[in-house]
């Protein structure tokens, strides 16, 4: 059985820095693409970053490109999100999701059929 659970959600103000954790289990995690998500009230949940099975290759968002960065330890079946300069717009419920694919992926929502139940992020001054 597939298990993702996140973890390093926190208050902050603007322009500090988190760092985002995902524990993976029940599957074997270095077959898998990864991605994280991120939800806002009201808003659509939406991809933000991506990586694939081997942590060579990463896609962002435009809205958090260059602030954030995706990595992942195969060893330890643990996906990471380091976030600097938040914004207030970072704020939201992020998700950590196991793609269908492995190697690339994109980070349409469809792809990802693995979720955890997120970890609550809230950027304010």
């Known amino acids: 059985q597939v298990q993702l659970v996140e973890s390093g959600g926190d208050s902050v103000q603007p322009g500090g820095s988190l760092r985002l954790s995902c524990a993976a289990s029940?599957?074997?995690?270095?077959?898998?693409?990864m991605g994280w998500f991120r939800q806002a009230p009201g808003k659509e949940r939406e991809g933000i970053a991506t990586?694939?099975?081997?942590?060579?290759?990463?896609s962002y968002a435009d809205s958090v490109k260059g602030r954030f960065t995706i990595s992942r330890d195969n060893a330890k079946a643990m996906m990471y999100l380091q976030m600097n300069s938040l914004k207030p717009e970072d704020s939201g419920m992020y998700y950590c999701?196991?793609?269908?694919?492995?190697?690339?992926?994109?980070?349409?929502?469809?792809?990802?059929?693995?979720w955890g139940h997120g970890t609550q992020v809230t950027v304010s001054s």
């Open positions: 029940g599957y074997t995690f270095r077959i898998y693409c």
């Open positions: 990586i694939g099975s081997d942590g060579t290759t990463t």
């Open positions: 999701a196991r793609s269908y694919y492995s190697g690339r992926c994109g980070i349409s929502r469809g792809d990802f059929p693995n």
